[in-house]
């Protein structure tokens, strides 16, 4: 059997296996944190190799897992996530205790990930997603004592079970109908289904609830701002640019390949169910008085734009989204590592905590802006290249027949317009807002690892807005090779 | 020689160099503003140069630089100028230039003040030079965040709320024109085979586009110009922001921000969409006469000069859109000079309004009065600019003016008293306001003894741009002569009136 496919996740599995081992030794979280990110370093390596050899797409076993442009892409996505959360955690978590099962739940959460970006198998896909699920539920209760982080925890795991179980009951369905679990077989019997319509309908619902609690899509998303908001700030970086992006993915193999065929039967649905979530996070974003729950919902919003996406259906589209959730990765991962960074220099979490950052930490205020300005989609940065591409697909859609879908561009255009205000007042207590004055004006002394995590994310976002192209192929190839 | 100077693309990297320099040097407040004032200085050298270089008679689109920049989306960074852009960067660059002299005395976070200063210049010179769709669209954003800033660190009381009115505001207005920008892109791909921003690739294309198309998608574009001009009923966002801007805001607020909505219509939404603007006349003519009456009666409600000064340039701006809407190539003629004027004007006026906040401490027009005997220089400069902005001969409004109303009686006939009159109501209203501030008895409602006339900082730029109001009223041709051989693309495509 080849295993080329499987190298990455092997590796990385093996180092999540092999951390608790490693902690009995040494329980340093930094030392801990090194050997966890040469993990994912060598994981990145042998996808690099990969490509770099030019072997084209890796099939496993006849068509469960392939490495292709595609999965490639997404396993980047999901190994630079994990690198950045895990260089932030290694001062974050200092001095905590389990330590080594921190690094190896984070690990094993990228390598559920990693599975559903390269699964071509709806039962792997499946499989996936419970590894991830199931590591995310522990590490949002990382923090035992912590009142808000266990009731979190309950939370997530109760949403995150049903979910699951509704997917599952929706799988069956699909399985009983067509008789396969593979993407590509399920699209061709779908497409020659003419009895039991009634019964794929239900087993679209199912997977939609599913899906959709996992990507905190609205009416399914309650549990999210909660659960981002009781999280350690470094899992919350996790949740919302890693495992919403893999629901995301999921969404993206289950119906632009196995439900293309009936596209006319869901669209409308996924189309209005993009714009209600982009709509009721924005709203909900507005007044909230805890930055972590801003971001919460502002990534509810985000989830409703690369719906857009899914709905629109085109090579073009698909590109956008896959684009967004590439430069989203970046902007809110980042933006919650700034607030556990900030969390370590004892900074609340409410928005008026951040009152005249900028006179404290000039690098944490400017990173902040340019990731929030970037979120809402200000040129020239990251986020609005990948708006740019997502918001217009509806528009070339729309030209070519299908004049409905305009209004997807029109609702992502206002919701980015909405989305300013609530950016734009973080940055002003940043930068126009004088400090309190019970508060010492003096620099802030932050932790240099979480700095240089920081980093990472503000000079992708701005690298990427300054020159998208490359990265528009690389989404572009993606896509193509999703739906060839 | 000069051929080989990318003379636009250096217009645009000075300015970015500098608020890079002007920022780290924040602790020194003195070395801010002099590289400020240096790095400002030499866009306007340039832009001088690029005057005296260009050739009028050419026609078409000059100085023209091109790098491909997004491939994979037909994205191309493409600066060039033609004699409607000439006179615009020529303007923004000396705008800026005496509004850096004009805030010496800001003490509050000079650094960063100046700095985005000169970020707006390159926002606003990118936005009159950019021949790529996109890349007009980026500069147009650009501009919205030191607007931002400018406003709410160093605004007025209720700054926060002017700040973040006109950031959505205007937002708003910019990303319904996206969509309409991303229309024409799809629209003009299906004709040519191949996907480019390019406004020539576009406008080449662009008589085949159906009606339906045309009408829609010049609705999206106009909203998002007729936002930022502002004309009636989207100007909401301009009185607010105005009055808590600080003064070197208001100047380029008034004097450039608004002539980018003006500028994009007659280089974006006129060429791409000819017949969608012939069927949008009778609104564009509705909207343009109903901002000048607008603007000219709220003129007479005002107590705040500076929120006077702000109402009048909603109806300046209808001027300019009249001019427009007439389709002939005198009445876009006009509109172009009348956005030059009164950016020269509108700069006079809110340095005015300056000046009297900071010597008198208050702009309230009742609690003013025989300021003439305790400041003469500033009086002088004062009549001059209220003198040019009602529109007396001899000054560079008069000429705008006259030529948009000559153009509008060619093509709308008697239609033309209404903006006539409005403008002569604004014009007894200007005279009156002048003799309640600065002539009359000296006012008791307020400290007058230790009244300082203009210091040199105010001076300089009150005297250039008094100067050039004389110059180009006088000799108009000096600028029409840039313009008018420009326009003959553009009225051509609208059907040649």
Redesign the interface.
Known sequence: MDYSALYPEIILALFAIAMPAVGMMLKDSKFLAAVSLAGVGLAMLAVFMHFYEGLGAAVFDNGLLVLDDFSGLFIMVFLIVAFVVILASAKFIEGEKHAPEYYSLILLATVGMMLVAASTDLFVLYIGIEITSISSYALVAFRKKDIKGTEAATKYFIFGGISSAFTLFGISLVYGLTGTTSFADIGVAVGSLVEFKEMIWLALVMVIVGFGFKVAMVPFHAWAPDVYDGAPSTITAMLAAGSKKMGLVAMFKFFLIAMLAIKADWEMVIAIMAILTMTVGNLAALNQTSIKRMLAYSSIAQAGYILIAIAVGTEFALTGGIFHILTHAFMKGGAFIIVATLAVAAIGERITDYKGLAKRSNFMAFSMTILLFSLAGIPPLAGFASKVVLFSSPIQGGLAGSEWLIWLSVAGIINSAISLYYYARVVKYMYVDELDEDVPVEKLKLPKSMMAAVAICVIAVISIGLYPDFFIQLCQDAARALLA | MLENIPILSLLLLFPLIDAVVTFSLGKNPKAAKMSALVFSAIPLLLSLLMLTEYTQTAGGYQFVESFS?????GIQYIMGVDGISVPMVFLSTLLVFLAVIFSWDIEHRTHQYMALLLVLELGILGVFMALDY?VF??FW??V??PM??LI??WGGPRR?YA??KF??YT??AS??M??GI??L???AG?YNGYYSFSMETINAVSPFFSDTFQIVVFGALFFGFAVKMPMFPFHTWLPDAHVEAPTAGSVLLAGLLLKMGAYGIIRVAFPALPSGAEEWQLVMVIMAILSIVYGAVMCLAQKDLKKMVAYSSISHMGIVLLGFATFTELGIAAGVFQMFAHGLITAVLFMMCGVMQHKVGTRNIPRLGGLAAKMPYAATFMVIGFLASLGLPGMVGFVAEFSVFTATYDAFGWLLLVPVISVAITAAYYIWALQRTIFGPLTKEVDTEHIHDLYWYETLPLAVLSGLIVLFGMFPGLILDYIRPALGTVVGLLGGI
């Open positions: 920049w997004i491939d994979t989306l996109f669209y980026i954003e650009v919205l965040i931002y800033f709410s660190v926060s700040a973040i950031f959505i937002h708003i990303l319904v996206l969509l991303f229309a892109y799809f629209e299906s």
